[in-house]
C-alpha cells in the first residue's frame, strides 16, 4: 500500500515563511452631535485606513478620551451638555492628546480661544475630507515624530544629550521638554515646533509663514490668526512660571523673533 503523502518541508538551514505583521490602525475619536456628520467622517476615514471611535456629546467622550486615549480627536466646538472648549480644558488638566476643532465661520472667537486651551489646530466648516485628513496626518507625523525621538535618545550615562540654550531658556528636542529658569513648561507639539524655529535664530525675525513651514507640513494651510494664537498662548505658558517673561517680541507686520536675554 502507498505512503500517504507527507506535508513539504522547507529545506535545512532555509528560513520558514513568515506573514507580514500589519501596522496597527491608528485610532480618530471623533466627538459632534451631528450625527450626520460622525457618520459621513467616520466612514471616510475608516476609507483612508483610520480606526475610528465615535462620541455624540462631550461627556461622554471626555471619560473614553483619558480612560483609553485614542492617537487624536476631532471635536466641534458647539455641544449640548459639555461643548468642545471645556472638553479641551478638562482635558488638558490630565493629559497631551492632540486635538482638532470643528468650528463653524461665525465662532473666531472660539477658534482663537481654543487655541488658547491648547488645541492643534481647527478646520472651519464645511470643510473636505481631504483637508481633514492631511490635517491629521500632519499631526500624527509630528507626535509620532517626537515620540520616536525620546525613544531613542536615550543617552549613555556619561553623555550630555544635545540641546538648545538660549539664555534662560534650555530645550531638548529629542524629549520635547523646555524649561525657563530651570523649571518646566509643557508644550504641546506645534508650540515646541514654532519656539524652536524661532530660538534657533535668535533675534533673528521669523514671519508668520516661516513659523508655519516649521511647525505644519506643506499639504496644510493655516492662516496667519492660528500662528498668532499660538504665540498667544506660549506667552501665556512662560508667563506662569515668570511674570516677566519677555523673550518673544513681535515685529508687526514681519513676525516674531526670540530674543537671546
Not at 62 to 90: F, H, Q, S, T, Y
Not at 112 to 141: C, E, H, M, N, W
Not at 169 to 189: C, E, F, I, N, Q
Request: aromatic share 6%; net charge negative.
Amino acid at each position: 500500500m502507498a505512503e500517504p503523502p507527507q506535508p513539504a518541508q522547507a529545506p535545512h538551514g532555509a528560513a520558514a515563511a513568515t506573514t507580514p505583521i500589519p501596522a496597527p490602525q491608528q485610532c480618530i475619536a471623533l466627538v459632534d452631535d451631528d450625527r450626520n456628520i460622525l457618520t459621513s467622517v467616520s466612514i471616510g476615514l475608516q476609507a483612508e485606513g483610520f480606526a475610528t471611535r465615535v462620541y455624540a456629546d462631550g461627556e461622554a467622550a471626555l471619560k473614553a478620551l483619558l480612560d483609553n486615549p485614542p492617537d487624536l480627536a476631532v471635536c466641534d466646538i458647539k455641544m449640548p451638555r459639555l461643548d468642545g472648549l471645556e472638553l479641551l480644558r478638562r482635558l488638558r488638566e490630565k493629559s497631551s492628546l492632540p486635538v482638532i476643532f470643528l468650528t463653524s465661520k461665525d465662532e473666531e472667537p472660539d477658534e482663537a480661544l481654543g487655541l488658547a486651551l491648547g488645541a492643534d489646530d481647527y478646520i472651519t466648516k464645511p470643510f473636505s475630507q481631504r483637508l481633514l485628513v492631511a490635517r491629521i496626518r500632519a499631526i500624527l507625523r509630528r507626535t509620532e515624530l517626537v515620540r520616536t525621538e525620546q525613544q531613542d535618545a536615550e543617552p549613555e550615562p556619561s553623555s550630555v544629550p544635545e540641546g538648545i540654550v538660549r539664555g534662560r531658556l534650555t530645550m531638548d528636542p529629542a524629549r520635547h521638554r523646555v524649561a525657563w529658569d530651570g523649571r518646566p513648561v509643557s508644550l504641546t507639539v506645534t508650540e515646541f515646533l514654532i519656539l524652536e524655529a524661532m530660538a534657533l535664530r535668535p533675534g533673528v525675525v521669523k514671519s508668520r509663514n516661516q513659523l508655519m513651514d516649521a511647525a505644519y507640513t506643506e499639504d496644510v494651510f493655516v492662516d496667519d490668526r492660528t500662528i498668532d494664537s499660538h504665540i498667544k498662548r506660549l506667552r501665556r505658558k512662560f508667563r506662569a512660571v515668570d511674570p516677566d517673561f519677555g523673550a518673544i517680541d513681535t515685529l508687526y507686520g514681519a513676525g516674531y523673533s526670540f530674543a537671546d536675554a
